[in-house]
Protein backbone atom coordinates (compact mmCIF):
# COMPACT_ATOMS: atom_id res chain seq x y z
CA UNK A 1 0.00 0.00 0.00
CA UNK A 2 1.32 3.33 -0.66
CA UNK A 3 1.79 5.13 2.22
CA UNK A 4 -0.79 7.73 3.14
CA UNK A 5 0.69 11.40 3.15
CA UNK A 6 -1.25 14.73 3.64
CA UNK A 7 0.25 17.73 5.24
CA UNK A 8 -1.23 20.68 3.16
CA UNK A 9 0.42 24.30 4.00
CA UNK A 10 -3.17 25.34 6.21
CA UNK A 11 -2.29 22.59 8.51
CA UNK A 12 1.68 23.40 8.73
CA UNK A 13 -0.14 27.47 10.05
CA UNK A 14 -2.51 25.80 11.88
CA UNK A 15 0.19 23.80 13.75
CA UNK A 16 2.32 27.09 14.27
CA UNK A 17 -1.36 29.35 15.68
CA UNK A 18 -1.68 26.39 18.06
CA UNK A 19 1.56 26.90 19.49
CA UNK A 20 1.10 30.88 19.59
CA UNK A 21 -2.64 30.38 21.53
CA UNK A 22 -1.14 27.62 24.61
CA UNK A 23 -0.74 30.40 26.48
CA UNK A 24 -4.03 32.31 26.07
CA UNK A 25 -6.09 29.62 26.59
CA UNK A 26 -6.97 27.85 30.83
CA UNK A 27 -7.28 24.22 29.05
CA UNK A 28 -7.42 21.79 25.38
CA UNK A 29 -10.10 20.15 24.23
CA UNK A 30 -8.36 17.30 22.48
CA UNK A 31 -10.84 15.71 20.43
CA UNK A 32 -10.42 12.43 19.09
CA UNK A 33 -12.49 9.77 17.33
CA UNK A 34 -14.00 7.70 20.13
CA UNK A 35 -13.45 4.60 17.31
CA UNK A 36 -10.01 4.84 17.06
CA UNK A 37 -9.08 7.21 20.13
CA UNK A 38 -5.47 6.10 20.14
CA UNK A 39 -4.86 6.53 16.01
CA UNK A 40 -6.80 9.84 15.49
CA UNK A 41 -4.39 11.53 18.25
CA UNK A 42 -2.05 14.02 16.45
CA UNK A 43 1.35 12.67 17.99
CA UNK A 44 2.71 16.86 17.17
CA UNK A 45 -0.63 18.00 19.38
CA UNK A 46 0.11 15.56 22.22
CA UNK A 47 3.73 16.53 21.91
CA UNK A 48 2.59 20.06 22.42
CA UNK A 49 0.48 19.87 25.35
CA UNK A 50 2.40 17.96 27.76
CA UNK A 51 2.52 20.90 30.49
CA UNK A 52 -0.89 21.98 29.07
CA UNK A 53 -4.15 21.31 31.37
CA UNK A 54 -6.43 19.31 28.93
CA UNK A 55 -9.12 16.58 28.54
CA UNK A 56 -9.26 14.06 25.82
CA UNK A 57 -12.78 14.37 24.35
CA UNK A 58 -14.26 10.96 22.61
CA UNK A 59 -16.39 12.32 19.85
CA UNK A 60 -18.59 9.94 18.06
CA UNK A 61 -19.44 7.92 20.52
CA UNK A 62 -22.85 6.89 18.70
CA UNK A 63 -21.31 5.08 16.33
CA UNK A 64 -18.11 3.54 18.52
CA UNK A 65 -18.40 0.07 20.73
CA UNK A 66 -20.01 1.44 24.15
CA UNK A 67 -17.88 -1.41 26.23
CA UNK A 68 -14.68 -0.39 24.42
CA UNK A 69 -15.43 3.42 24.76
CA UNK A 70 -16.00 2.94 28.70
CA UNK A 71 -12.22 1.04 28.52
CA UNK A 72 -10.35 3.58 26.87
CA UNK A 73 -11.90 6.45 29.10
CA UNK A 74 -10.83 4.54 32.37
CA UNK A 75 -7.60 3.29 30.39
CA UNK A 76 -6.91 7.28 29.69
CA UNK A 77 -8.26 8.64 33.50
CA UNK A 78 -5.88 5.95 34.51
CA UNK A 79 -3.05 7.13 33.27
CA UNK A 80 -3.41 10.49 35.13
CA UNK A 81 -5.49 12.13 31.48
CA UNK A 82 -9.05 13.50 32.11
CA UNK A 83 -11.23 12.15 29.10
CA UNK A 84 -14.73 12.45 28.63
CA UNK A 85 -17.11 10.78 25.84
CA UNK A 86 -19.57 12.82 23.88
CA UNK A 87 -22.79 12.77 21.19
CA UNK A 88 -22.23 15.62 19.50
CA UNK A 89 -25.86 15.89 18.12
CA UNK A 90 -27.06 15.44 21.51
CA UNK A 91 -26.78 18.01 24.42
CA UNK A 92 -23.10 17.72 25.46
CA UNK A 93 -22.55 21.34 27.33
CA UNK A 94 -23.54 20.73 30.88
CA UNK A 95 -20.84 17.33 30.97
CA UNK A 96 -17.96 19.27 29.07
CA UNK A 97 -18.77 22.11 31.11
CA UNK A 98 -18.61 20.03 34.44
CA UNK A 99 -15.75 18.21 33.01
CA UNK A 100 -13.33 21.31 32.82
CA UNK A 101 -14.11 22.57 36.03
CA UNK A 102 -13.05 19.42 37.55
CA UNK A 103 -9.91 19.66 35.78
CA UNK A 104 -9.26 23.72 36.74
CA UNK A 105 -11.09 23.21 40.18
CA UNK A 106 -7.62 24.73 41.35
CA UNK A 107 -6.76 27.49 39.12
CA UNK A 108 -10.96 28.63 39.62
CA UNK A 109 -10.61 28.33 43.63
CA UNK A 110 -7.72 30.24 43.30
CA UNK A 111 -9.37 33.03 41.23
CA UNK A 112 -12.03 33.20 43.38
CA UNK A 113 -9.62 33.83 46.38
CA UNK A 114 -8.83 36.96 44.55
CA UNK A 115 -12.05 37.69 44.27
CA UNK A 116 -12.56 37.23 40.64
CA UNK A 117 -15.89 35.13 40.10
CA UNK A 118 -17.76 33.46 37.16
CA UNK A 119 -14.62 34.46 34.82
CA UNK A 120 -14.74 33.08 31.24
CA UNK A 121 -12.55 29.59 30.80
CA UNK A 122 -11.16 29.67 27.69
CA UNK A 123 -10.50 26.22 26.02
CA UNK A 124 -9.00 25.46 22.72
CA UNK A 125 -10.28 22.92 20.83
CA UNK A 126 -7.86 20.84 18.65
CA UNK A 127 -8.24 17.95 16.71
CA UNK A 128 -7.52 15.74 13.34
CA UNK A 129 -9.53 16.45 10.42
CA UNK A 130 -13.39 14.97 9.95
CA UNK A 131 -12.90 14.53 14.28
CA UNK A 132 -16.44 16.07 14.30
CA UNK A 133 -14.96 19.53 16.02
CA UNK A 134 -17.41 21.64 13.99
CA UNK A 135 -20.49 19.68 14.77
CA UNK A 136 -19.36 19.54 18.36
CA UNK A 137 -18.86 23.30 18.75
CA UNK A 138 -22.09 23.75 17.10
CA UNK A 139 -23.54 22.19 19.85
CA UNK A 140 -21.65 23.47 22.26
CA UNK A 141 -22.72 27.29 20.93
CA UNK A 142 -26.42 26.41 20.44
CA UNK A 143 -26.17 27.70 17.11
CA UNK A 144 -24.58 27.07 13.57
CA UNK A 145 -21.37 29.21 14.01
CA UNK A 146 -18.65 26.55 12.36
CA UNK A 147 -19.06 25.15 8.99
CA UNK A 148 -19.67 21.05 9.19
CA UNK A 149 -18.88 18.82 6.57
CA UNK A 150 -18.50 15.02 6.43
CA UNK A 151 -14.84 15.61 5.06
CA UNK A 152 -11.92 16.50 6.07
CA UNK A 153 -10.12 20.31 5.53
CA UNK A 154 -13.76 21.88 6.20
CA UNK A 155 -12.39 24.28 8.75
CA UNK A 156 -9.75 26.69 7.67
CA UNK A 157 -9.02 29.43 10.10
CA UNK A 158 -9.19 29.75 14.08
CA UNK A 159 -12.15 31.61 15.84
CA UNK A 160 -13.30 32.20 19.36
CA UNK A 161 -17.06 30.97 19.88
CA UNK A 162 -18.93 31.70 23.36
CA UNK A 163 -20.75 28.50 25.05
CA UNK A 164 -23.04 29.35 27.62
CA UNK A 165 -21.97 31.86 30.24
CA UNK A 166 -18.80 30.15 31.17
CA UNK A 167 -17.01 29.00 28.36
CA UNK A 168 -15.13 30.71 25.53
CA UNK A 169 -13.89 27.92 22.89
CA UNK A 170 -11.24 28.55 20.16
CA UNK A 171 -11.80 26.65 17.29
CA UNK A 172 -9.18 25.45 14.82
CA UNK A 173 -8.43 23.51 11.78
CA UNK A 174 -8.03 20.02 11.83
CA UNK A 175 -4.21 18.80 12.09
CA UNK A 176 -2.52 15.50 10.31
CA UNK A 177 0.75 14.72 11.14
CA UNK A 178 3.07 14.60 7.80
CA UNK A 179 3.16 10.72 7.69
CA UNK A 180 2.36 8.30 9.35
CA UNK A 181 4.47 5.46 10.17
CA UNK A 182 2.41 2.82 10.81
CA UNK A 183 0.50 1.92 7.58
CA UNK A 184 -2.26 0.20 9.75
CA UNK A 185 -3.53 3.43 11.52
CA UNK A 186 -3.47 4.94 7.84
CA UNK A 187 -5.84 2.73 6.96
CA UNK A 188 -8.04 2.98 10.27
CA UNK A 189 -7.93 7.00 9.40
CA UNK A 190 -8.97 6.68 5.81
CA UNK A 191 -11.60 4.32 6.91
CA UNK A 192 -13.00 6.76 9.05
CA UNK A 193 -12.84 9.50 7.15
CA UNK A 194 -10.19 11.67 8.35
CA UNK A 195 -7.77 11.59 5.17
CA UNK A 196 -9.39 12.74 2.11
CA UNK A 197 -10.93 9.86 -0.06
CA UNK A 198 -8.67 10.72 -3.02
CA UNK A 199 -5.29 9.90 -1.18
CA UNK A 200 -5.75 6.20 -1.12
CA UNK A 201 -6.49 3.07 -2.75
CA UNK A 202 -10.27 2.31 -1.30
CA UNK A 203 -9.68 -1.63 -2.04
CA UNK A 204 -6.78 -1.58 0.17
CA UNK A 205 -8.79 0.08 2.57
CA UNK A 206 -11.99 -2.36 2.00
CA UNK A 207 -9.47 -5.45 2.56
CA UNK A 208 -9.00 -4.15 5.85
CA UNK A 209 -12.20 -3.22 7.30
CA UNK A 210 -12.97 -6.68 5.88
CA UNK A 211 -10.10 -8.08 8.03
CA UNK A 212 -11.40 -6.31 10.85
CA UNK A 213 -15.15 -7.06 10.91
CA UNK A 214 -14.00 -11.00 9.71
CA UNK A 215 -12.24 -10.81 13.48
CA UNK A 216 -14.63 -8.65 15.52
CA UNK A 217 -17.91 -8.53 13.98
CA UNK A 218 -18.57 -11.22 11.62
CA UNK A 219 -22.88 -10.91 11.83
CA UNK A 220 -22.58 -7.93 10.55
CA UNK A 221 -20.83 -9.26 7.23
CA UNK A 222 -23.25 -11.99 6.78
CA UNK A 223 -26.31 -9.90 7.63
CA UNK A 224 -25.63 -6.65 5.80
CA UNK A 225 -24.09 -8.07 2.78
CA UNK A 226 -26.14 -11.79 2.82
CA UNK A 227 -23.14 -13.92 3.29
CA UNK A 228 -22.98 -17.50 4.56
CA UNK A 229 -20.64 -17.77 7.23
CA UNK A 230 -18.51 -20.14 4.96
CA UNK A 231 -17.99 -16.84 2.78
CA UNK A 232 -15.97 -15.29 5.42
CA UNK A 233 -13.47 -18.40 5.39
CA UNK A 234 -11.92 -17.02 2.05
CA UNK A 235 -9.01 -14.84 1.69
CA UNK A 236 -10.27 -11.21 1.78
CA UNK A 237 -9.69 -10.71 -1.29
CA UNK A 238 -11.59 -13.28 -2.39
CA UNK A 239 -14.25 -11.98 0.03
CA UNK A 240 -14.27 -8.60 -1.52
CA UNK A 241 -14.87 -10.13 -4.80
CA UNK A 242 -17.96 -12.17 -3.45
CA UNK A 243 -19.33 -8.80 -2.19
CA UNK A 244 -18.75 -7.04 -5.14
CA UNK A 245 -21.17 -9.73 -7.24
CA UNK A 246 -23.72 -9.47 -4.64
CA UNK A 247 -23.97 -6.05 -4.55
CA UNK A 248 -24.27 -6.62 -8.56
CA UNK A 249 -20.69 -4.64 -9.38
CA UNK A 250 -19.89 -7.78 -11.21
CA UNK A 251 -15.62 -7.20 -11.32
CA UNK A 252 -15.68 -3.63 -10.42
CA UNK A 253 -14.29 -4.24 -7.12
CA UNK A 254 -12.87 -0.55 -6.69
CA UNK A 255 -17.10 0.62 -6.69
CA UNK A 256 -17.79 -2.56 -4.46
CA UNK A 257 -14.73 -1.05 -2.23
CA UNK A 258 -16.07 2.68 -1.75
CA UNK A 259 -19.55 1.88 -0.91
CA UNK A 260 -18.13 -0.80 1.74
CA UNK A 261 -15.69 1.48 2.96
CA UNK A 262 -18.92 4.77 3.16
CA UNK A 263 -21.33 1.85 4.00
CA UNK A 264 -18.44 1.50 7.37
CA UNK A 265 -18.86 5.14 7.89
CA UNK A 266 -22.51 5.90 8.37
CA UNK A 267 -22.24 2.70 10.84
CA UNK A 268 -24.60 0.35 8.52
CA UNK A 269 -22.33 -2.60 10.01
CA UNK A 270 -22.87 -1.21 13.62
CA UNK A 271 -20.77 -0.05 16.04
CA UNK A 272 -17.22 -0.39 16.11
CA UNK A 273 -14.16 0.60 17.61
CA UNK A 274 -10.92 -0.40 15.51
CA UNK A 275 -8.62 0.55 18.33
CA UNK A 276 -8.06 -1.99 21.01
CA UNK A 277 -7.64 -0.67 24.95
CA UNK A 278 -3.31 -1.61 25.63
CA UNK A 279 -4.03 -4.27 28.42
CA UNK A 280 -0.66 -3.29 30.36
CA UNK A 281 -0.83 0.28 31.76
CA UNK A 282 1.50 2.73 29.87
CA UNK A 283 1.91 6.15 30.22
CA UNK A 284 -0.43 8.41 27.70
Not at 178 to 189: N, R, S
Not at 191 to 199: C, E, F, N, Q, R
Not at 244 to 249: A, I, L, R, S
Request: overall charge positive; glycine content about 6%.
Amino acid sequence: MTVIQWYPGHMAKALRQVKENLNAVDIVLELVDARLPESSRNPQLEELLQNKKSIIVLTKMDLADPKLTREWITYYEQNGHPAIAVNSNQGTLPAIEKKIKEVLKEKIAAKEARGIKNSRIKAMCIGIPNVGKSTLLNRLVKKNVAIVGNKPGVTKAQQWLKAGSSLLLLDTPGILWPKFEDPIVGKKLALTGAVKDTLYAKDDVALYELEYFVDNHPQALTERYKLDESDLDQPTVELLLSITKKMGFKEDYDRASERLIFECRKGKLGRFTLDAVPKDPAKV
